[in-house]
C-alpha cells in the first residue's frame, strides 16, 4: 500500500521505502562482518508480526546465508501501551544452545518486552544475544536494552507502516510515517 491510499490517516512520512532499504542494507553488511567467522552459527530470529517486513529485506541484503527462525510474543493488552506482561504465543523451533543470537525487531518502545525476550534466550544457552532493531524511541524507554544495531531513532510518536500496524492495519504500508490522533484516540 502506498502513503497516498492513507488518506488522512497518515499525519507524515518518517522513512521513504528507499530509505529504509538503504538504512538495512547497511546493516547488514555492518552484521556481516561483525559476524565474521561466525556465520555457520548465527540465527536471525525474528520477532512476529512486526518484524516480518523487517526480516525479510534485511536478510536478503545479507551477502551470505544465515538461519532464521521466529517467535511470537504479546505484551499489549489493548490500545497503544504495553502492559509489561509477557506472554510466548509461539516460541522457536530452534535449539539456541551455542548459537549466536540476533534479534531482528521493527521497533523498541518501552523496551520491556525485548528485555524480557533477551533475558529470555539468553538463559537458553546461546552463546550470544545481540539485537537489531530498525527503529528505536528512546524517549519512550523505561527500561535500557542495549542494542547493537538501530536503524533509525525517532520520537514518540504511533508510527505505522512496514510491518507496524494499529489493530492489524497499515502493515502493508511501504513506508513508515506518523498515524494521525484521530485513528487511535
Known amino acids: 500500500m502506498d502513503a497516498e491510499h492513507m488518506g488522512a490517516d497518515l499525519e507524515n512520512?518518517?522513512?521513504?521505502?528507499?530509505?529504509?532499504?538503504?538504512?538495512?542494507?547497511e546493516l547488514a553488511q555492518q552484521?556481516?562482518?561483525?559476524?565474521?567467522?561466525?556465520?555457520?552459527?548465527?540465527?536471525?530470529?525474528?520477532?512476529?508480526?512486526g518484524a516480518v517486513m523487517v526480516m525479510a529485506d534485511f536478510m536478503r541484503a545479507l551477502p551470505g546465508s544465515a538461519a532464521?527462525?521466529?517467535?511470537?510474543?504479546?505484551?499489549?493488552?489493548?490500545?497503544?501501551?504495553?502492559?509489561?506482561?509477557?506472554?510466548?504465543?509461539k516460541d522457536l523451533d530452534t535449539d539456541i544452545t551455542d548459537?549466536?543470537?540476533?534479534?531482528?525487531e521493527d521497533i523498541i518502545d518501552s523496551g520491556l518486552t525485548l528485555n524480557w525476550i533477551r533475558t529470555n534466550?539468553?538463559?537458553r544457552g546461546a552463546r550470544s544475544v545481540e539485537i537489531c532493531t530498525l527503529l528505536r524511541k528512546p524517549?519512550?524507554?523505561?527500561?535500557?536494552?542495549?542494542?547493537?544495531?538501530v536503524g533509525f531513532d525517532i520520537p514518540p510518536a504511533f508510527v505505522v507502516g512496514y510491518g507496524l500496524d494499529y489493530d492489524e492495519k497499515y502493515r502493508n504500508l511501504r513506508v513508515i510515517g506518523t498515524l494521525a490522533p484521530h485513528v487511535y484516540s
Open 13 to 25: 512520512v518518517l522513512f521513504t521505502e528507499e530509505q529504509i532499504q538503504q538504512r538495512l542494507g
Open 139 to 149: 524517549e519512550a524507554a523505561k527500561v535500557e536494552v542495549d542494542t547493537r544495531y
Open 31 to 49: 552484521v556481516w562482518a561483525d559476524y565474521d567467522g561466525k556465520h555457520d552459527d548465527l540465527l536471525l530470529v525474528g520477532v512476529l508480526k
Open 99 to 104: 548459537k549466536h543470537v540476533l534479534i531482528v
Open 121 to 123: 534466550l539468553e538463559s
Open 68 to 89: 532464521m527462525d521466529w517467535m511470537a510474543v504479546s505484551s499489549y493488552g489493548s490500545g497503544t501501551k504495553s502492559s509489561g506482561v509477557v506472554r510466548i504465543l
